[in-house]
T-cell receptor, first 111, second 112 residues
Framework: DAKTTQPNSMESNEEEPVHLPCNHS???????IHWYRQLPSQGPEYVIH???SNVNNRMASLAIAEDRKSSTLILHRATLRDAAVYYC????????????FGKGTKLTVNP | DSGVTQTPKHLITATGQRVTLRCSPR?????VYWYQQSLDQGLQFLIQ???????AKGNILERFSAQQFPDLHSELNLSSLELGDSALYFC???????????FGSGTRLTVV
């Protein structure tokens, strides 16, 4: 399973944008980049995923570097409810299709 | 409600006992994944089923087993329970390549 590297923790202020980075230098051409977040004592929640192009949905945006070796999850206006652990995961269909969770980035949102 | 249903939400049992955790995937999803999350281990993949067949295995102990039934619900059986098996157990399902994975709210198992 290809590895990802994320900062252990980040802090943000409420209503400001948050950029959560993820490095995945060993990504292969068929690896999708998935982002999930987990609040305490809750199941992980799907945020967004992409392959090559930038993606937007109601929760966030995913910016993928041209060489695909890194990506950034963008929360446009952080709220207190966005405080969670964010996981960046590479997932390849047709192979081992399980999500392999690392330690993620713990995001703290200050009021 | 994520669409993935796990029961029970909480379970307290004694060492040496056996329990069964149940998961109903989102309607139409054929794959079910089981994960264990303990305080010091993070989220660990246990096992995957696809349309009734075992597809992938992770760090699942021999005391643990799972199956997926024709109606696509899945059960995770944990036997000869030890204190260290206390954890949150999550299941997830997915529609496939174009979608994300949907997780249930988990079963909190406490072994005393």
């Amino acid at each position: 399973d290809a590895k990802t590297t994320q900062p252990n923790s980040m802090e943000s202020n409420e209503e400001e944008p948050v950029h959560l980075p993820c490095n995945h230098s060993t990504i292969s051409g068929t690896d999708y980049i998935h982002w999930y977040r987990q609040l305490p004592s809750q199941g992980p929640e799907y945020v967004i995923h992409g392959l090559t192009s930038n993606v937007n949905n109601r929760m966030a945006s995913l910016a993928i570097a041209e060489d695909r070796k890194s990506s950034t999850l963008i929360l446009h206006r952080a709220t207190l409810r966005d405080a969670a652990v964010y996981y960046c995961i590479l997932m390849r269909w047709g192979g081992s299709e399980k999500l392999v969770f690392g330690k993620g980035t713990k995001l703290t949102v200050n009021p | 409600d994520s669409g993935v249903t796990q029961t029970p939400k909480h379970l307290i049992t004694a060492t040496g006992q056996r329990v069964t955790l149940r998961c109903s995937p989102r309607s139409g999803d054929l794959s079910v994944y089981w994960y264990q999350q303990s305080l010091d281990q993070g989220l660990q993949f246990l096992i995957q089923y696809y349309n009734g067949e075992e597809r992938a295995k992770g760090n699942i102990l021999e005391r643990f087993s799972a199956q997926q039934f024709p109606d696509l619900h899945s059960e995770l059986n944990l036997s000869s329970l030890e204190l260290g098996d206390s954890a949150l157990y999550f299941c997830a399902s997915t529609a496939g390549e174009r979608g994300g994975y949907t997780f249930g709210s988990g079963t909190r198992l406490t072994v005393v």
